[in-house]
């Protein structure tokens, strides 16, 4: 995790909390991922946000995702998954 997801950056590197779950952010390994400290901001660019969103998910476990139930995972991640692998 010394590598911005979004750049391959290796300085001025922060943490992307990726997820929002019951008004907090989601604060576990999985959920969290590398970012170049310029994108990471209150308003990011949407694709760098979604694409944070999808590394992490590739990250995460059916266990990790288990403890939010109320978030419907599978069709994040096929959402994200089609822009981000069907459509380059």
């Given at each position: ?12 590197i922060t943490w992307e909390h ?13 959920a969290i991922v590398p970012l ?53």
């Amino acid at each position: 995790m010394l590598k911005c997801v979004w750049t391959g950056e290796t300085t001025n590197i922060t943490w992307e909390h990726c997820w929002i779950y019951a008004g907090k952010q989601i604060n576990e390994t999985w959920a969290i991922v590398p970012l170049a400290k310029r994108f990471n901001t209150s308003h990011p660019p949407q694709i760098v946000k979604e694409y944070c969103r999808w590394i992490s998910l590739m990250r995460a476990t059916k266990k990790d995702l288990a403890k939010y139930p109320k978030k419907d995972w599978d069709q994040e991640k096929k959402y994200l998954d089609n822009k981000f692998i069907y459509n380059k």
